[in-house]
């Protein structure tokens, strides 16, 4: 079946060591969003990909970082990740362009743990 | 800006007892509008969506009407299962201003008891 994949699903990390989180995908989507989701709350929307392009939030830390090699695959860098990092992170595909209003279809999630 | 506002959980119910969380939503243009699923320890599945005006989206038994009107899109069920137990997310795309990215509610946890 098409979907989103999420690896690992649980990660364990130290505080200010570097992580990085994957997703891949086999929809062929051209949209690729990552969202960081804390206890009891809405997913936030970091950034998004479409295509090539990068689109950072204006609220997201410095502290986070995407790459996209190609379309099937997106990565999630935490360069120094402190406490208040810790948090289920979902990848999430959407048919493009981003205005079109498709629905996104979500991967299982990472949850970071920052010990 | 765009937002979406849901009541607040938690819902507690009884197996085949009927469900309504309401969902609210403010938005610059013209938005679409979906209700996600979140099951324990899972990332969001879609239940259903509404593209327009007086659509009614509708998946599993669960129903919502996008009533531009009221700007709302409450969901409903006629009898819930134990299976149902979730947390459930209103959302918006909306056609202007930000019209890339899902706004979510705050996510209503429901549970349901045999």
């Known amino acids: 079946d098409a979907m989103v994949i999420q690896n690992p699903r649980y990660q364990v990390t130290q505080f200010g060591k570097p992580v990085t989180l994957s997703c891949s995908q086999t929809l062929n989507h051209n949209v690729m969003y990552w969202y960081q989701q804390k206890s009891s709350q809405a997913p936030k929307l970091l950034f998004h990909y479409y295509d090539k392009d990068f689109n950072n939030e204006a609220d997201t830390p410095d502290n986070f970082q995407s790459r996209r090699p190609n379309t099937s695959f997106c990565f999630l860098d935490i360069r120094s990740p402190g406490l208040g990092d810790a948090a289920m992170y979902l990848c999430?595909?959407?048919?493009?362009?981003?205005?079109?209003?498709?629905?996104?279809?979500f991967g299982q999630g990472t949850r970071l743990t920052v010990v | 800006g765009d937002s979406v506002t849901q009541m607040e959980g938690p819902v507690t119910l009884s197996e085949e007892a009927f469900l309504t969380i309401n969902c609210t939503y403010t938005a610059t243009g013209y938005p679409s509008l979906f209700w996600y699923v979140q099951y324990p320890g899972e990332g969001l599945q879609l239940l259903l969506k509404a593209t327009k005006a007086d659509d009614k989206g509708s998946n599993k038994g669960f129903e919502a009407t996008y009533r531009k009107e009221t700007t709302s899109f409450h969901l409903e069920k006629g009898s819930v299962q134990v299976s149902d137990s979730a947390v459930y997310f209103c959302?918006?795309?909306?056609?202007?201003?930000?019209?890339?990215?899902?706004?979510f509610g705050k996510g209503t946890l429901l549970t349901v008891n045999p």
């Open positions: 959302a918006l795309k909306d056609s202007g201003g930000s019209n890339y990215k899902l706004t």
């Open positions: 999430a595909t959407s048919r493009g362009p981003p205005s079109l209003n498709t629905e996104a279809f």
